[in-house]
């Protein structure tokens, strides 16, 4: 009775002055805290069900978005791959200009085990290809056919040491013979004569299979022997064996 009796006197005096009383607006105050919070919860229910609900159609999304990434993956792969082949068609289509009858090719295989240093290319006998006849490209001398399938043919590189290449010292007309080693090219026979310098460009001699003139190789290291009848060079290729792509077999 105390306590009501108070609460009825702040009333009164309250209503009396006008204003309203410190225990309305505590009661109030009260009041809007509880309905906010009571709003925020029931707003944060219906997000995560909303959002519940929407998760089937993010995986189905999530989905589409992988599907869409393999394709444009596989596309670009197919377009990497065509682009690496651009070069060496350009390169192979500069000297068919210069060799009407020559058959352009593409490497296919080599020996695995490296007995001997061959490649595989896919034209055959089909396309008019026979034994001992020249395969170049941009570079210079790759090798000579030595078998011949109807649709491939085996080709023996010129580092193959069964290789043998009448040579010649552009600088000087010098002869010798580019034959096929282990760790590369060997220029062999050389007259003792001949003022040999590293940086020299040897190119192929007129003979049974090649015709004169095709790039071999510079000589990277020559072996000077006092007691040799001839001299001896190291040759850097001008061909890269190692990513032999498109060829061209041309006539002996």
Same mark, same amino acid.
């Given at each position: 009775?105390? !306590?009501?009796?108070?609460?009825?006197?702040?009333?009164?005096?309250?209503?009396?002055?006008?204003?309203? +009383?410190?225990?309305?607006?505590?009661?109030?105050? =009260? *009041?809007?805290?509880?309905?906010?919070?009571?709003?925020?919860?029931?707003?944060?229910?219906?997000?995560?069900?909303?959002? !519940?609900?929407?998760?089937?159609?993010?995986?189905?999304? +999530?989905?589409?978005?992988?599907?869409?990434?393999?394709?444009?993956?596989?596309? %670009?792969?197919?377009?990497?791959?065509?682009?690496? @082949?651009?070069?060496?068609?350009?390169?192979?289509?500069?000297?068919?200009? %210069? !060799?009407?009858? *020559?058959?352009?090719? %593409?490497? =296919?295989?080599?020996?695995?085990?490296?007995?001997?240093?061959?490649?595989?290319?896919?034209?055959?006998?089909?396309?008019?290809?026979?034994?001992?006849?020249?395969? =170049?490209?941009?570079?210079?001398?790759?090798?000579?056919?030595?078998?011949?399938?109807?649709?491939?043919?085996?080709?023996?590189?010129?580092?193959?040491?069964?290789?043998?290449?009448? $040579?010649?010292?552009?600088? *000087?007309?010098?002869?010798?013979?580019?034959?096929?080693?282990?760790? *590369?090219?060997?220029?062999?026979?050389? +007259?003792?004569?001949?003022?040999?310098?590293?940086?020299?460009?040897?190119?192929?001699?007129?003979?049974?299979?090649?015709?004169?003139?095709?790039?071999?190789?510079?000589?990277?290291?020559?072996? @000077?022997?006092?007691?040799?009848?001839?001299?001896? $060079?190291?040759?850097?290729?001008?061909? +890269?064996?190692?990513?032999?792509?498109?060829?061209?077999?041309?006539?002996?």
């Amino acid at each position: 009775m105390v !306590v009501a009796a108070s609460i009825a006197l702040v009333q009164i005096l309250a209503a009396r002055s006008g204003k309203p +009383s410190f225990l309305a607006l505590s009661i109030a105050t =009260i *009041g809007a805290v509880a309905q906010t919070a009571v709003g925020a919860t029931f707003s944060a229910i219906g997000g995560a069900a909303g959002a !519940v609900a929407d998760v089937p159609k993010y995986y189905s999304r +999530s989905r589409d978005l992988e599907t869409q990434n393999a394709a444009l993956s596989a596309e %670009n792969a197919r377009l990497r791959e065509e682009l690496s @082949h651009v070069e060496s068609d350009a390169a192979i289509a500069r000297i068919s200009g %210069n !060799v009407p009858d *020559g058959i352009d090719a %593409n490497t =296919i295989g080599y020996d695995p085990e490296a007995e001997a240093r061959t490649i595989t290319i896919d034209r055959g006998s089909l396309a008019g290809v026979t034994v001992d006849r020249p395969v =170049i490209n941009e570079d210079g001398v790759v090798g000579r056919v030595t078998e011949v399938g109807p649709i491939e043919s085996k080709v023996l590189l010129i580092v193959d040491p069964a290789s043998r290449v009448p $040579a010649v010292v552009q600088r *000087g007309r010098w002869w010798g013979i580019a034959t096929g080693s282990i760790t *590369g090219l060997q220029l062999q026979y050389v +007259s003792q004569d001949a003022p040999l310098k590293v940086g020299d460009l040897v190119v192929t001699g007129a003979g049974r299979t090649f015709a004169a003139g095709l790039p071999l190789g510079r000589i990277s290291k020559i072996y @000077h022997l006092d007691s040799a009848l001839y001299q001896t $060079a190291t040759l850097e290729p001008a061909v +890269s064996f190692g990513r032999l792509g498109k060829v061209l077999v041309v006539s002996r």
